[in-house]
C-alpha cells in the first residue's frame, strides 16, 4: 500500500512513516518545513519527501493520505483531497487499526515525563529479552531511533493527549487501546484545545474506558487529577506509585549515586542507582518497573537495566563545551518542566551558575495562559534570558520582557535571536552551565552558543 503522510516531518508523524515502511508499505511525505533531524532519519530510509502542501500531491493518487494535526481546513492539499474524495485517515487512527491491533500495547501518558518513561520501559523490556516495537516523542540513547516494529507482540508508545487531527478532536490516545497504561501526572497544558483541567481529565477518562479488565493501569497515587480520573470509573487492576501502599522510592540519597531502594507495599525489590537525577525521574523509573512487571519483567531484572538507562535525547542533553561553559538542551515548555528540569540541573551542578535560555515556543506560552508561573520556574537559575519572536507563527501574543520581571535584574528578554547569543556568551564564565529549554529548534541556538564561545576563547 502506498501511504502519503501530511505532517510528516513532526516526531509522531515521522516515526509512524517509519514504521509504515519497516511493515513493507510505500511511504512518501510532505511538510511545511522539510527539517532535521526527522527528515534525516526518513530519507535515509528512503521515504521520499516533499517540501509544503501543495494540491499537486493530489497526483501522487496514494492508497491513503495519513493526516497529521498540524494540518488544517484551507491547506491546499487538504482541500484537494476533500473535493476528490480521496481516502484519508489520522495518524492515530492508522496505527492504531494497522499496527497496534492484537499487540500488547504499553502505553505511557501523562503531562510531563511520558518521553523518558516511554524510553525506561522499552529499554526494560528489551533487556529482558522481550525485543519491543516502540514510539516514542523523542530519541532514546539506548536505541538511537525514535520508533521501530520490534520483534514481538509488545509495543510501547507514547500516549499523548493532543487532539487527533482537525476532524477528530478526540485526544490520540485513544486510538492506541492499551493492556497496560500508566498514567504519570495531570495538570493543565495544551490551552489552545482545552479551556480548563476537566476537559483534559475527561480525554484521560476516555482512555482509562479503553484499557481491559485484564489489563493494568499504573498511576501516580500522589496526583489529585488522576485520583479524580480513576473515581469517575476504572474497570481494571490499578498499581499506584508515590503513594502510601504502592509503589515507592525509600532511603533516597541525594548525591551523584541518585540511589534508591525500590518497594512495592511492604516487599522490597532492590537498589537502583539511577543514572539521572530528581524526584520526578524516581516516579519515571517506579511506573515503568511497575508496568514491566505487568507483562513478567521480575523487578530485579528491570532495576538492572535501568542501571544502565542512557537517557533521551533533548533531556539535559550536552550539546558541547567550549571556554570552559557546559551547554545543554532540553525540550522543557511548561513551568512544571522548566523548574524540574533547572532543579535537576542544580542538583547536578551543586553551586555552578546556571544560565537558563528560553523559548516559550508551544501553543499554551504563545497564547499566555502559564506566563504568570514562568518566575517561579525559573528561580534557581542565577541567569535568565527568554526569547520572543516578534512576528511569525511563533510569535507570543504577550510581553515576554514584563512576564519575566519578578526576577529583577537576573532576568533579560530578546526578540532578536542574534542579540540573546551575544549577551549570553558575554555573561558566561568558566564552570558555568547554559540550560537552553524549547520544544523547538530554538534557530539552531545551541550550536551558535558553542561557535561564539569558542570564538571567545
Known amino acids: 500500500m502506498h501511504l502519503h503522510v501530511l505532517g510528516i516531518c513532526g516526531t509522531f ?19 511545511a518545513n522539510v527539517y532535521p533531524p526527522m527528515s534525516d532519519q526518513l530519507r535515509a530510509a528512503g521515504i521520499d519527501l516533499i517540501e509544503g502542501f501543495d494540491a499537486a500531491q493530489i497526483d501522487l493518487r496514494p492508497d491513503l493520505f495519513v493526516v497529521g494535526n498540524v494540518v488544517t481546513r484551507g491547506n491546499p492539499l487538504m482541500e484537494a483531497i476533500l473535493d476528490a474524495g480521496a481516502p484519508f485517515t489520522s495518524g492515530p487512527q492508522w496505527l492504531g487499526e494497522t499496527l497496534l491491533r492484537g499487540r500488547w500495547v504499553l502505553a505511557v501518558a501523562g503531562t510531563h515525563g511520558k518521553t523518558t518513561t516511554s524510553a525506561m520501559l522499552a529499554a526494560i523490556l528489551d533487556h529482558a529479552g522481550l525485543a ?11 536505541f538511537g531511533v525514535s520508533a521501530r ?17 482537525f476532524f477528530d478532536k478526540r485526544s490520540k490516545f485513544v486510538h492506541y487501546f492499551p493492556r497496560t497504561a500508566i498514567l504519570n ?27 481491559p479488565r485484564s489489563g ?16 469517575r470509573g476504572c474497570w481494571s487492576p490499578v498499581e499506584r506509585f508515590g503513594s502510601s501502599g504502592g509503589w515507592n522510592a525509600t532511603a533516597v540519597t541525594e548525591d551523584a549515586t ?28 517506579l511506573a515503568a518497573i511497575a508496568a514491566a512487571r505487568h507483562v513478567g519483567v521480575a523487578p530485579a531484572l528491570a532495576i538492572e537495566a535501568l542501571v544502565r538507562f542512557q537517557g533521551v535525547k533533548r533531556r539535559l542533553e550536552v550539546r558541547g563545551v ?8 532540553d525540550f522543557a515548555h511548561h513551568p512544571t518542566a522548566i523548574a524540574t528540569t533547572v532543579d535537576g540541573l542544580r542538583r547536578r551542578v551543586g553551586k555552578g551558575r546556571i544560565l537558563a535560555v528560553l523559548e516559550p515556543r508551544s501553543n499554551t506560552m504563545k497564547l499566555g495562559a502559564m506566563k504568570a508561573q514562568l518566575p517561579g520556574s525559573l528561580r534557581e537559575a542565577d541567569l535568565v534570558f527568554g526569547y520572543g519572536a516578534r512576528d511569525g507563527k511563533n510569535a507570543l501574543g504577550w510581553n515576554l520582557a514584563e512576564a519575566l520581571a519578578p526576577l529583577g535584574e537576573r532576568a533579560q528578554a530578546f526578540d532578536d535571536l542574534d542579540s540573546l547569543v551575544r549577551q549570553v556568551a558575554a555573561a558566561a564564565r568558566a ?14 541556538v545551541h550550536g551558535r552558543l558553542l561557535d561564539t564561545l569558542q570564538a571567545r576563547g
Open 13 to 31: 508523524m515521522g516515526g509512524l512513516a517509519l514504521l509504515a515502511q519497516a511493515a513493507g508499505h510505500r511511504v512518501t511525505g510532505c511538510d
Open 132 to 142: 519491543p516495537g516502540f514510539l516514542i516523542g523523542g530519541v532514546p540513547q539506548d
Open 149 to 165: 516494529t520490534g520483534a514481538t507482540d509488545f509495543f510501547v508508545i507514547e500516549a499523548d493527549e493532543y487532539d487527533t487531527a
Open 185 to 211: 501526572n495531570l495538570e493543565f497544558d495544551h490551552a489552545d484545545i482545552f479551556p480548563d483541567l476537566g476537559a483534559i481529565e475527561t480525554q484521560f477518562h476516555h482512555l482509562v474506558r479503553c484499557v
Open 216 to 231: 493494568r493501569v499504573v498511576s501516580n497515587g500522589a496526583d489529585a487529577a488522576l485520583e479524580r480520573v480513576l473515581a
Open 258 to 285: 541518585h540511589g534508591f531502594d525500590v518497594v512495592f507495599g511492604d516487599q522490597g525489590f532492590g537498589r537502583l542507582e539511577l543514572p539521572m537525577a530528581g524526584a520526578h525521574n524516581r516516579c519515571n523509573a
Open 322 to 329: 567550549r571556554a570552559g561553559v557546559t551547554v545543554y538542551d
Open 431 to 444: 564552570g558555568d552551565h547554559v540550560l537552553v529549554m524549547s520544544n523547538g529548534g530554538f534557530g539552531g
